[in-house]
């Protein structure tokens, strides 16, 4: 075992921890506090694919500018963006209260 082993198994266990609190917060929790923690997963969803869209913005027009069937990855990237951040926008309104008219 090398100097870091302790570390390792030390973090790889306050990453199962928190993950099992996510895990229980999410499946285990009971109409409000599951609205409130779906619409916070999916913003943060929402950001992760924004910064990744941002960091890999190179890799992505090269991949596109390849031609063929390689344009379709920024189409198959902003129809992912339109669902997951509907979907966010969606909870978030009916969270706030906030209904279309009729």
């Known amino acids: 075992?090398?100097?870091y082993a302790g570390a390792m198994r030390?973090?790889?266990?306050?990453?199962?921890?928190?993950?099992?609190?996510?895990e229980r917060a999410f499946f285990m929790a009971t109409g409000a506090e599951k609205k409130i923690v779906r619409t916070l997963a999916l913003g943060a969803l929402t950001g992760l694919l924004y910064a990744g869209l941002f960091l890999a913005e190179d890799p992505i027009l090269r991949v596109a500018?390849?031609?063929?069937w390689n344009v379709l990855v920024?189409?198959?990237i902003a129809f992912?963006?339109?669902?997951v951040h509907g979907a966010f926008t969606g909870?978030?309104?009916d969270l706030l209260g906030v209904k279309a008219r009729k």
């Not at 030390?10 to 996510?22: M, Q, T, V, W």
């Not at 500018?65 to 063929?68: K, T």
Request: hydrophobic share 45%; proline share 7%.
């Open 1 to 3: 075992m090398g100097p």
């Open 10 to 22: 030390c973090s790889a266990r306050a990453c199962y921890d928190f993950c099992g609190k996510i």
């Open 65 to 68: 500018a390849l031609g063929g």
């Open 74 to 76: 920024p189409v198959a």
């Open 80 to 83: 992912t963006f339109s669902a």
């Open 91 to 93: 909870h978030f309104w």
